[in-house]
């Protein structure tokens, strides 16, 4: 039977395509669909007989595996056990979009050990998900050892028969393939490095120890390390105890602090109102060993940052202002609403660092 081509507008895919394409891959046919990355060869998951016609296209024998894609991360849980903690953020900031995650234990069996799954941005691809209703098997368009199918013409010549149904949805716009990541026993492992960098990754899933340091450490550096901790988890979509799992470590000094010091009465008070607490929080001072420990130190003000530098000259590559540049001053002394405001310009810089994080691929 001769391929089918199906024109199908990106910004406003064709129902009728769609469910065309879609009954084809639950009947056990092949389509040919765009993603944001390159073309890939689609088969329903499930359809014993479709992934057989997918192995013969592609000649990959059954211990090789096929990336899944899937219409959202609920649907990538339902075919996992457990999701690893370091996958949960990359799956929060990068699905949907250019990124494979290989995850060691499934329910299912794409082929070989693990399964790579994905969440396309492409809207022809998420369309034609949400249509099947179920995960579909998506190896890029192209025969072994050549690049892949960037476009609908590149898929017909590549393969002038064996597919059902291709969805032609113009060029991809992004023309290579996924990144690719290993999440397994705690740790990550990049196995092919595309629009998402090995940068953005390490940014978002390898933690640093923060030193937040201010004079007295009853008020700013320890509202930074309530509102950072909670910031984090909420960026992250992890629990406080799986960001301590991901490396992250929020600690909090003063260059004139006693030991062993409550947080103020008026930093309690607003922490509260900000569902905070700094109830078991005791004043430190700076030492050496905390330096050593941290990977970045934050400084309220410019006599902090001076303190540090003249104190401990081997932090000066590691030590900023928080709020760059940009103090934050003590509101000790002050009315409520000062603290009020403290909080929030603490919170406003701590929201710059937990952003999506963007980088650049190295080389």
Known sequence: MATEVLSVSPGSPA???????????????????????????????????????????KTRPRE??????????????RLLGAVPVRARPLMKHFWPGPLTIVFPEARVSAGGAGL???????????????????????????PRGAEPAVDAAQVLRYFPAGIDIVLDGGPASIKEPSTVVECAGGGWRLLREG?????????????KAYLFVCEGNTCRSPMAVALATALATAHLGVSAEELAQLGFRFLSAGTHAGSGRQASIPACGVARELGLSLAEHRTHTVTRALIKEADIVLCMSRAELRYV??????????????????EIDDPAG??????????????????????????????
């Open 116 to 142: 790579g799954i994905r969440v396309p941005a492409h809207p022809v691809a998420r369309a034609l998900l949400h249509a099947c209703g179920t995960a579909l098997a998506v190896p890029s368009a192209n």
């Open 195 to 207: 629009l998402i960098s090995r940068d953005m990754i390490e940014r978002l899933i390898s933690g």
């Open 64 to 77: 090789e595996p096929f990336a899944v894609q899937v219409e959202d991360a609920a649907g990538a849980c």
């Open 309 to 326: 530098a003249d104190q401990y000259p081997e932090a000066e590559d590691k030590a900023r202002l928080l709020a760059a540049p940009d």
């Open 334 to 363: 002050g009315n409520r609403e000062a603290y009020r405001e403290t909080a929030a310009a603490i919170r406003a810089a701590l929201e710059k660092i937990w952003k999506p994080a963007r980088g650049t691929r190295a080389g």
């Open 15 to 57: 129902q009728e395509a769609i469910a065309r394409a879609a009954r084809a891959l639950r009947d056990g046919g092949i389509v040919a669909v765009p993603t944001e990355t390159v073309y890939g060869i689609a088969a329903c998951l499930e359809h014993e007989g479709g992934m057989r016609r997918l192995r013969a296209l």
